[in-house]
Every structure is written in C-alpha cells, then in structure tokens.
C-alpha cells in the first residue's frame, strides 16, 4: 500500500476527466452529466454516500429527513449565524460558525442514539424479534439512564417526529432500528412515569440506520439542511441591518 502522504490518494467517490474526447466527471461511476436533472438533491446523497442508488420510497424518506430537520427557529446555532452577519462577517462563516456550534449536547444526541441502537442490535444474530427488540429497550433504559434522542425543550412532544415514522412506515422503510427506538420512548414512560418522547435528533438516527447508514454519519442529516438555514438567518439580520449583537453590561454580573 502507498505510503499516506500527500502524494498518495485513493478514492471510489470521483473521478474528474479531461482528454481529449472527453470532459466529465464520475460520480461512484455514474456521469454527473447524466444525473443532473434526473436524480434529486437526496438521491446524489444516498448515491454519493452509499454508491448505491436509493429506491423511490427510500430517497421520499431521506428526503423527509432533510426537510423536518432544516429549520428550528432562533437557537444558538442560528443565533451565531446571525451575530457573524452583525459583524460583517462573510457567509460562509456564519454558516460554517453555526455548524461548528453543534456538539454533543445540541445536535450530538442524534449521534449518540444512533451508535447505540446500531450496537445493540448488531450484537444479535438474525433479524430481531419484537421480544428481543423489547428486551433491548429495557436494557437501554437500565444502562443508560436519560438516553439521549428523547424529550425536548421547546415542545411537549416534537411534532416533526410522528410524521417522520409514518412516512417510514408509508414507504416500507421502518425497519428494527426505528421499533427499537419506539420501544425505549415505552420503556422510558413504563420506568419514569413520565412521557419523554422522541425527538428529531431520535427519528433522525433511527430512520437513518433504517435506511443503511452507518450510525458515524448521524450529524450529517442535521447539519447539512441546517446548513441552508443559517444562510436564511445570516441574510434576514443583514436586511434588518443589524449592527455589533452584544449583551448589554447590564446583563453580565462581573464577579
């Protein structure tokens, strides 16, 4: 294998051609002149990801993701988004300042379900039963304690999260990940007493393990319509012609 330099490069992702006979570009083997226009924005994504192309119904569902997960109104991510366009900041950096404000505690929790739905049930032999699957869910409560992709601030119930599972469902897309994720909102309720629903960050691993992902690529299916929302936040300060965010010194108890 060649030395990992910065001579030496492998993909199967692209290949850029340029002879003579012809300028093109490959993408997991498909010419992009043939995919413009006949594949949508969520198809080139799966394909892209994957290389593999997506069925119908499991880009409708991917595409159902992008779509619940591309807007949350003024949260800290947008809020940066909004400050860079304040300070005269390029949009590129808002938008890459507003990624970057994600982690583990907002916008992680997607993540972090994902690894553990993805390792709880590849740590079965076969396809899972609902007994197992209810077994897994009560183990995940034990062990966990709040488990993450559950229960959200702004909502008593995040509402984007039922239509995403029946669109999985519509599609024949709901497969052991997303039961799984079901079972633990019933165990949670069955151990807390309380009704700690499934939120977006939740759906989202679940759909996405579904649909054969890799629970490593999670964040992505935030971030990247999320993206486009922090250019709506950066343009909307820059019309309002916002000038310097800053918190007022009356807000800040010096000690």
Not at 87 to 116: N, P, R, V
Request: with cysteine.
């Amino acid at each position: 294998m060649a030395a990992n330099d910065m001579s030496n490069w492998r993909t199967s992702i692209a290949e850029v051609v340029s002879t003579e006979s012809e300028e093109e570009i490959l993408i997991r083997g498909r010419k992009l002149s043939d995919l413009v226009g006949s594949v949508s924005f969520a198809e080139m994504m799966f394909l892209l990801l994957t290389g593999r192309e997506p069925t119908k119904s499991q880009a409708r569902v991917l595409d159902a993701l992008l779509v619940a997960s591309i807007e949350h109104g003024i949260a800290p991510p947008s809020m940066i988004a909004r400050c860079y366009a304040s300070y005269g900041t390029s949009i590129q950096a808002a938008m890459a300042g507003g990624i970057m404000a994600f982690g583990d505690t907002m916008g992680g929790a997607g993540e972090q379900l994902a690894k553990i739905l993805s390792e709880a049930i590849g740590g079965l032999d076969g396809d899972p039963t609902d007994d197992d699957l209810q077994r897994l869910a009560q183990g995940v409560v034990a062990r966990e304690g709040r488990v993450p992709g559950y229960g959200i601030p702004l909502h008593g119930a995040d509402p984007r999260s039922p239509k995403m599972l029946a669109i999985t469902r519509e599609e024949g897309c709901f497969g052991p990940h997303s039961r799984l994720a079901e079972l633990i909102e019933q165990e949670i309720t069955t151990k807390t007493g309380k009704i700690i629903p499934l939120n977006l960050d939740g759906v989202g691993a679940s759909v996405i393990l579904d649909l054969g992902f890799p629970w490593q690529l999670t964040r992505m299916f935030l971030i990247t319509p999320r993206s486009v929302s922090f250019a709506a936040h950066y343009h909307e300060e820059q019309q309002q012609g916002t000038r310097w965010r800053h918190l007022p010194a009356e807000g800040i108890a010096y000690e």
